[in-house]
Every structure is written in structure tokens, then in C-alpha cells.
């Protein structure tokens, strides 16, 4: 199979930092930790059903990275996507409750100071991951996969870059400059991480998918709607799901 063609995206996996984000489909699950060895050591992986497995990451790019590989060594999963909340970066248009689709996720830290300013891995020398999927800092999300959930998500959908960050944007000149070095419209702080693991492991049908639930930049003027963010997410987890249940049969 080709990363263009429809190929049955089952069994998938989906990653997400905090039970939260993944409430519609975890409502479901029939048990907990149904892969892991032990439930006291590693990351909570939940089997909601033989198509979809949610793997509880915790927050930040360690965490990410460790849960992906971790259930990706355990099955072999058609498809990898990275779900949760996202804040909305001063790039963009981005409103609350918008559901952006990476077409990369970008590392943010990543790089060298250099008295210029700040500059990304191509200028340090030493790669993140292989080509195609890897270019600097920008690792690349599966466009035929995001073609398909953008024809199943609904209204309210972008497609750009998410930066993954080390340290969320609390101040203007910080979210600028993440916007500034990624590109990006939208940052997190796990989606890089999820992808790199999926990419290393074999599975190069990945991507980030989010739901804005806050504004970035001078944290006293953040806006934030989390219940608004969530009830989007258990939307956009069900047409997920769908989605997968419709490519089983074809």
C-alpha cells in the first residue's frame, strides 16, 4: 500500500496527552491497560475496540515519543494520529473550537542560538529523522490521511503547521517567535514527538490533529474555553471513528 491510496486505516491508534481529550471514545472502552504488561509500568494504553486503541501519553514530547513507541512495539497499528487541544498562535485566524489538521508538526526548541538569532536544525547539521518525512525541524504529516479526515470532519477546519513547544507561549514576543520560527498557527506540545515515534517505528500514515481551546500570547489575555474544545473534540472523534469503521469495509 501507498500513502495515496485508501487503504483501511484499522486497526488505528491515537495518541493523546490527558484522558480528556479522548472522553467520547474511552466511554466506550471495555478495559484498561488491555496491552500492557503491567499496568504500573509505562504508559495506559486503551483498547476501545479491535479498531481503535487510545494510548493515555501524558503531557510534553518525552512522554509522547515513549507512550507511541511503546504501542506501536506492542501492535502494528495501520495508522497513527495525535489528537487533542491546541492553542491558537498570533500567525493565524485561527477561533476556539477550529479544528486544524497537520500538514507538518514542527519542534520549536530545536536548534542553535546563533547571534543572529535563533535558527533550526538545518543550520546546527545534525537531522531529526530521515527524508522524506523529516526536513529540519518540520516533520511531515500524512497528506492522503489528512484529505480523508478533512472530508470527514465538517466545517471549521484549517490545514498548516502545529509547533510542538517545550514551553507553551505566555507572553506576545514568545508566541511571535514561535510563529516566526515554525510557521506554525498553532502550538502543542506532543504532535513532533508522536510523529517522529510513528515514523521511526514504520508507520509513516500519521498525523496531528487539534481543536483550538485558547488563545496564546500575554497569558493575563488568554482566552480559554476547554469544555467548548472538548465537546468539539468528542465531535471530531466520532466522525473519526466513522471514518475507520467506513475504510473496514472498502
Given at each position: 500500500?501507498?500513502?495515496?491510496?485508501?487503504?483501511?486505516?484499522?486497526?488505528?491508534?491515537?495518541?493523546?496527552?490527558?484522558?480528556?481529550?479522548?472522553?467520547?471514545l474511552l466511554a466506550q472502552a471495555p478495559y484498561v491497560d488491555?496491552?500492557?504488561?503491567?499496568?504500573?509500568?509505562?504508559?495506559?494504553?486503551?483498547?476501545?475496540?479491535?479498531?481503535?486503541?487510545?494510548?493515555?501519553?501524558?503531557?510534553?514530547?518525552?512522554?509522547?515519543?515513549g507512550a507511541t513507541a511503546q504501542a506501536l512495539s506492542l501492535?502494528?497499528?495501520?495508522?497513527?494520529?495525535?489528537?487533542?487541544?491546541?492553542?491558537?498562535?498570533?500567525?493565524?485566524?485561527?477561533?476556539?473550537?477550529?479544528?486544524?489538521?497537520?500538514?507538518?508538526?514542527?519542534?520549536?526548541?530545536?536548534?542553535?542560538?546563533?547571534?543572529?538569532?535563533?535558527?533550526?536544525?538545518?543550520?546546527?547539521?545534525?537531522?531529526?529523522?530521515?527524508?522524506?518525512?523529516?526536513?529540519?525541524?518540520?516533520?511531515?504529516?500524512?497528506?492522503?490521511?489528512?484529505?480523508?479526515?478533512?472530508?470527514?470532519?465538517?466545517?471549521?477546519?484549517?490545514?498548516?503547521?502545529?509547533?510542538?513547544?517545550?514551553?507553551?507561549?505566555?507572553?506576545?514576543?514568545?508566541?511571535?517567535?514561535?510563529?516566526?520560527?515554525?510557521?506554525?498557527?498553532?502550538?502543542?506540545?506532543?504532535?513532533?514527538?508522536?510523529?517522529?515515534?510513528?515514523?521511526?517505528?514504520?508507520?509513516?500514515?500519521?498525523?496531528?490533529?487539534?481543536?483550538?481551546?485558547?488563545?496564546?500570547?500575554?497569558?493575563?489575555?488568554?482566552?480559554?474555553?476547554?469544555?467548548?474544545?472538548?465537546?468539539?473534540?468528542?465531535?471530531?472523534?466520532?466522525?473519526?471513528?466513522?471514518?475507520?469503521?467506513?475504510?473496514?469495509?472498502?
Amino acid at each position: 500500500m501507498t500513502l495515496t491510496d485508501s487503504a483501511p486505516l484499522t486497526p488505528l491508534l491515537i495518541v493523546v496527552a490527558v484522558k480528556s481529550e479522548a472522553r467520547a471514545l474511552l466511554a466506550q472502552a471495555p478495559y484498561v491497560d488491555g496491552e500492557a504488561a503491567d499496568a504500573r509500568i509505562g504508559w495506559p494504553i486503551i483498547v476501545v475496540n479491535p479498531s481503535i486503541t487510545v494510548a493515555i501519553s501524558g503531557i510534553g514530547r518525552a512522554n509522547a515519543a515513549g507512550a507511541t513507541a511503546q504501542a506501536l512495539s506492542l501492535r502494528r497499528y495501520a495508522a497513527v494520529l495525535n489528537v487533542g487541544v491546541a492553542g491558537a498562535l498570533p500567525s493565524g485566524e485561527l477561533a476556539i473550537g477550529d479544528v486544524i489538521l497537520g500538514e507538518e508538526s514542527v519542534f520549536a526548541e530545536e536548534g542553535i542560538d546563533l547571534p543572529e538569532g535563533p535558527a533550526d536544525m538545518t543550520a546546527l547539521g545534525f537531522p531529526l529523522g530521515d527524508e522524506p518525512w523529516c526536513r529540519g525541524n518540520r516533520i511531515r504529516g500524512d497528506l492522503a490521511l489528512l484529505d480523508r479526515l478533512a472530508a470527514s470532519v465538517g466545517q471549521g477546519v484549517e490545514r498548516g503547521a502545529i509547533a510542538t513547544v517545550a514551553r507553551c507561549s505566555g507572553t506576545d514576543e514568545s508566541a511571535a517567535q514561535v510563529a516566526r520560527l515554525t510557521g506554525a498557527t498553532a502550538e502543542a506540545m506532543e504532535g513532533a514527538a508522536v510523529l517522529v515515534a510513528a515514523h521511526r517505528m514504520g508507520v509513516h500514515r500519521c498525523a496531528e490533529i487539534r481543536v483550538i481551546s485558547n488563545t496564546c500570547g500575554e497569558r493575563l489575555r488568554q482566552h480559554w474555553d476547554l469544555p467548548a474544545a472538548f465537546n468539539r473534540l468528542d465531535l471530531l472523534l466520532a466522525r473519526i471513528a466513522e471514518l475507520v469503521r467506513a475504510s473496514a469495509r472498502c
